[in-house]
């Protein structure tokens, strides 16, 4: 990996250490169970999500990692499960086990410590593709499944300095929660980060009483007469663990949406379904116009099937409505098919017609209908099936751009940018984030094979709703 002087680039590390509560948590002596989402995603990768910023202190062992340990030692004190490790019972007899998290099992949430010596800021945002180093930000690279909570951290920060900045990785473990939950978690991490600065509590004072706005509820949902304990349907890992699914080469490049531009995609859909203005989010919109462009960088037979899936956050959907700081995995993909001369020939208005009764036929009935089945049934996702390898011609958008990304300072002021890492990248993922000016923008992480990215690229109509950043 080289930085813009071609010179090789590469993390390493300096030091890292082990971070548990500030106080026992009495709650923390019981299981902590999981939901059904959770279960469900065990073979499936972490989440990565991290910061970048154009600050870089002094010392920054005194002024970032002190403070950054310390807060971090607090905020566990609510999200105490994360200190924890996954634990398995097994039901012989039944060929049978129950996954939860014991929340007072291994060493505790890991804290990173790396460097990289020759690249600059600048140089990750420069790069017309994501860097590939970004990759090494998170766990330094490491490789992990879900399950692999059972022996390694459920969260890890890593924080690399650069030679003008610092960005802050966070690699958390998605069967104990989802993205709402873990931009909770970097929320209130940045907030006792602040408050403890700002009145001067060290690493060595007990005060803990720190007020946060987002207290995380742990109570899972599970259908009348099941809960809180699940059990799946084997008895060891490879009866449900996948691993080293070949993805081929891929390139990931982020695609600036502005405030501008995302009004455009509004208004050409809204005027092109023929419904009342306002009736297509600008969201929605854009969702079928990615799908729709990437389709046609494709280049397939008009006759095949191409698909077009949303991950949704399920706590307003469900009737009554789950607090959005509920804990854990809490969503679901909405799906919607057609003939891939349809999307192309019909227009932005009518997918994004389609895109809207995919979003709102995820409603209570059918959310219910869903983790019945699941109970009933339990399985765990496999790579194949939860994300495209089986269906080259879809497109799956994930992220939020409700997420406050960017009011996460830790002290360094505004980030300059949000970057992921390896996790669950494939062709025809997009990962939707809020933009940095706010105000409605949207960038897209877009990960495609080469010879497609390329052609997207080509592709005048799409390029001239994208802006430079």
Known sequence: MMNSHGEISQVK??????????????????PHYLGMIDLAFLSLDQMQKGLLFHTKPENIQAHLLDKLKNSLSHSLVHFYPLAGQLATQKFHDEHAIWVYVDCNKGPGARLIHASVNNLKVSDLISSVDVHPIV??????????????????????????ELLDGVFIGFTMNHSIGDGTSLWNFISTLSEILL???????????????????????FKPFYPDGYGPILKLPFLEPNEFITRNVDQGPLRERIFHFSPTSMSKLKVKANKECGLAYNHISSFQALTAFIWISITHARNLELGQETDVGLVANLRPKINPSI??????????RAQGSCKVGELLGQGLGWASILVHEVVMGLDDKAIRAFFKRFVEAPFVVQPSTANLYYKPNSVLIGGSTRFDMYGSEFGLGKAVGVLAGYASKEDGKVTANPGRQGDGSVDLEVCLRPE???SLELDEEFMSFVSAV
């Open 135 to 160: 990759r090494s930000f998170f766990d330094l690279g490491e490789k992990a499944v879900n399950h692999d909570g059972h022996t390694r951290p459920l969260l890890s920060i890593q924080v690399t």
């Open 323 to 332: 607090s959005g700081d509920y804990f854990g995995g809490f969503v679901k």
């Open 13 to 30: 590390l300096i030091s890292q250490s082990f971070v548990k509560p500030k106080i026992q948590v009495e709650s923390s002596n019981q």
């Open 452 to 454: 497609i990215m390329s």
């Open 195 to 217: 408050h403890l600065d700002g009145n001067n509590i060290g690493a060595n004072d007990e005060k803990f009483n720190v007020s946060i706005s987002h207290k995380p509820v």
